[in-house]
T-cell receptor
Framework: DAGVTQSPTHLIKTRGQQVTLRCSPK?????VSWYQQALGQGPQFIFQ???????QRGNFPDRFSGHQFPNYSSELNVNALLLGDSALYLC?????????????FGPGTRLTVT | AQSVTQPDIHITVSEGASLELRCNYSYGATPYLFWYVQSPGQGLQLLLK??????LVQGIKGFEAEFKRSQSSFNLRKPSVHWSDAAEYFC??????????????FGKGTHLIIQP
């Protein structure tokens, strides 16, 4: 049973550029959440997707956007990259937003902005 | 808004000794509480969770945690640590609203060092 997978593993971008990160949820899961983990910090919630819609959003600017596809996979897009966007981006999947849940995390994508 | 505090940034424990990692949360209602572990360069692995019921919960790898509502705490314990337990440990709180389960709020983590 494949767990949560993310691609790419590492990415280097320049300030002002745009980036797309991808996530495939664990088999049977239909909800995807994205987190940003800066160096030495805990993960911070960016947003959550369920039924191809953004259900909930954390305190992140509109430069951060996402999408969920019919097969439940998801993309995170970041526009106009800033140096401060350098972080590990984690995707987590769970089964449904309703009821008791637990989230399974992928290995993350390390984004470096120069 | 909920918050999580992990007071200890670093903890050093001798192999075979007992371990307790502290976690305090702030939330108006009964929260969902989690402990995750992160090894270098890895994602997060769930150790255990508390939703309701028995306040002492058992997890994987011999870990347990106790929910104390009066102290707003959810401390993680292990009776005897192994060198492989060296990692970053995160406490997290979640909540369930009418529209469904919400994103998790994490503490800043505790870095566990194991001395031989």
């Amino acid at each position: 049973d494949a767990g949560v997978t993310q691609s790419p593993t590492h990415l280097i971008k320049t300030r002002g550029q745009q980036v797309t990160l991808r996530c495939s949820p664990k088999s049977g899961h239909d909800t995807v959440s994205w987190y940003q983990q800066a160096l030495g910090q805990g993960p911070q919630f960016i947003f959550q997707y369920y039924e191809e819609e953004e259900r909930q959003r954390g305190n992140f600017p509109d430069r951060f956007s996402g999408h969920q596809f019919p097969n439940y996979s998801s993309e995170l897009n970041v526009n106009a990259l800033l140096l401060g966007d350098s972080a590990l981006y984690l995707c987590a999947s769970s089964f449904g937003p309703v009821g008791v849940y637990e989230q399974y995390f992928g290995p993350g994508t390390r984004l470096t902005v120069t | 808004a909920q918050s999580v505090t992990q007071p200890d940034i670093h903890i050093t424990v001798s192999e075979g000794a007992s371990l307790e990692l502290r976690c305090n949360y702030s939330y108006g209602a009964t929260p969902y509480l989690f402990w995750y572990v992160q090894s270098p360069g890895q994602g997060l692995q769930l150790l255990l969770k508390y939703f309701s019921g028995d306040t002492l919960v058992q997890g994987i790898k011999g870990f347990e945690a106790e929910f104390k509502r009066s102290q707003s705490s959810f401390n993680l314990r292990k009776p005897s640590v192994h060198w492989s337990d060296a990692a970053e440990y995160f406490c997290a709180v979640g909540k369930y609203s009418g529209g469904g389960a919400d994103g998790l709020t994490f503490g800043k983590g505790t870095h566990l060092i194991i001395q031989p």
